[in-house]
């Protein structure tokens, strides 16, 4: 198997990404690699600085960069040298097997969409990424933006292809899948929410029903649906107040010599509950419902972070995930016209 | 003026209804009074295991409690003699200035709706709930959950009874306005939003363009725009966060003697952290762009948040924020008429 990695994407680049590289690397099955997509000397330069003499590392030379300023559409369009559309025409061509990048995102689903294609029978791909739970297991939350409005059966689509990602992948047993709503009735929520809910009920996956976002930090399922703006917004504020308890918290904590006194006898509580908040621990975002794989690491990534996406993408590609989600749509436009048939 | 006040709403009813408008009626101003609605014999009990012997609070008969498993509409029409509809009736008739309730969300809206109706000019009547900012000051944030589906025009709406009701009640100067989107920028987000950002921009507030939900937590303005389904799901979200965070540091802080002794001398600031995730002292909850003064109190009140939601509703009626809205759409309209003349 070998791995394309974005050299030049994310707030770190290129030495997080390279070490990320390289820590991956020393983890990997035998017979697979990675290969550096970006400005060849600057990433050459980075792998000797880290002293890397390993054979598991290639690297491409791309001159091109994409920012987080670039029009996504435009610059897969425009930018061909760039570390991103080279890296995604390699799994396209099949020199790759996954694209991890933490570069912008807009780009990466542009560029999944632009150049990988759609999944045949898939309406809107969808970016999905871990919800984090202080203290508890992780959800996955789709759409977490690439959609911002959703029909129902998008969010039918997002449920069946999370419900695939999180078993082959995360391996959650028989993942349970829930709509988020503002009420767990099934009457509740907006004409989109109840059609999907409905959806939801009939597909041939462990729907658990309406969800409210209170219950999100309770590991309430495996699997969070809902449309782009909403996902989009619920992480975005978890994001802000899990940085707000810990400005909070360091104030408090060293407001005076007694409290201080207490955040030192507190410490490792206090460093574990800070690492709780940080889930980069839990690998990459991945663009589901094109047809190859792909994986958004997050702009701000360390080399751990990096290392972490990077294993994900192994039983993503090892376990046919963009096929079984192939099949998966398939089936369902069968039942879908079975059920037409019969009215 | 004298305000209404449901004795049978909420968890805690009646005892910390009565026990509320007992701590109320010590700080409300001379020649103003409440009156209790509900069970009387049940109301007059409580009052006497409090001692109350002052002449400020009355009671008013009401044989029927509305409940949350009602059906907000149908109690409205069919439980004439339930303290919620005899009370907003109170509000309507003249004899009281406002009512506040404890009780069923639904209920209020729908009694406000049928009973009161909307200001002249208003198209979607919203509840309005206080946002949470720890450390620091909160925000209103519109529409809560009244309203899932929403056009542009309701988002302007709620834009603009918003900043009203800060300026006026919560005395704010010149109130900014956010709305929430998926990003900053004017082009991003829903048609809806993309259309609500041109009709805030051009209405008579402050308006301070779009924001993500990553910066709530920072006071970043003093009235939050969104749809009913988003607003609702941010609020559960962040109170599900917030319980979250207390569980787990009580969890970690609990661990061992030696962290135990570190939360000891930390007592005071885990004390005052607690204290700015319970965000009852701000009061209560405005139903904005009905006829006429009503407040819903969060359900598990204690005494002291209905207190301060009681106390809230005096510069709502004496600041005359029904008749201030009434003002604004009108001219609202007006503008909007000039403006399709000039087309």
Not at 1 to 19: F, T, W
Not at 31 to 51: A, F, H, M, N
Not at 195 to 202: C, F, H, I, S, T
Request: proline fraction near 3%; aromatic fraction near 4%; hydrophobic fraction near 40%.
């Amino acid at each position: 198997m070998n791995i394309i990695l974005d050299g030049m994407g994310g707030d770190n680049a290129p030495d997080a990404i390279v070490e990320g590289a390289c820590l991956a690397a020393a983890s990997m099955p035998e017979g697979s690699g990675i290969t550096l997509v970006g400005k060849e000397k600057v990433l050459r330069d980075s792998l000797s600085k880290l002293k890397y003499h390993g054979d598991r590392i290639s690297v491409v030379n791309a001159d091109e960069i994409i920012t987080n300023d670039d029009s996504p559409v435009k610059a897969i369009r425009r930018k061909k040298e760039s570390s991103i559309v080279k890296g995604i025409e390699m799994v396209k061509s099949g020199e790759g097997d996954a694209f991890v990048s933490a570069g912008s995102t807009g780009a990466l689903l542009a560029g999944g969409l632009l150049i990988l294609g759609k999944i045949p029978g898939v309406d809107r791909p969808s970016l999905a990424t871990i919800y984090p739970v202080i203290g508890g297991e992780p959800s996955i939350i789709l759409d977490a933006g690439a959609n911002a409005e959703c029909r129902a059966v998008n969010l039918r689509e997002f449920g069946i292809m999370g419900s695939i990602y999180m078993e082959k992948v995360m391996k959650r047993k028989d993942p349970t899948v829930g709509l988020v709503n503002i009420g767990t009735e099934e009457h509740k929520g907006t004409t989109t929410t109840k059609e999907a809910y409905k959806l939801l009920k009939e597909s041939n996956i462990n729907f658990i029903g309406n969800i409210e976002s209170r219950e999100l930090q309770n590991s309430v399922c495996d699997v969070i649906v809902t449309d782009g703006f909403t996902g989009n917004a619920l992480i975005k504020l978890t994001e802000g107040i899990g940085m707000m308890v810990l400005r909070e918290m360091k104030k408090r904590f060293t407001a005076d010599i007694k409290s201080k006194m207490g955040a030192v006898l507190l410490k490792d509580q206090l460093l574990a509950l800070k690492k709780e908040f940080n889930y980069s621990e839990y690998g990459g975002a991945p663009i589901l419902g094109v047809k190859g794989v792909v994986l958004k690491s997050h702009g701000s990534s360390d080399a751990m972070a990096i290392s972490q996406t990077i294993l994900k993408a192994i039983p993503f590609v090892e376990n046919r995930v963009v096929e079984t989600i192939g099949k998966a749509v398939a089936d369902m436009a069968v039942q879908d016209s079975e059920n037409a048939g019969e009215i």
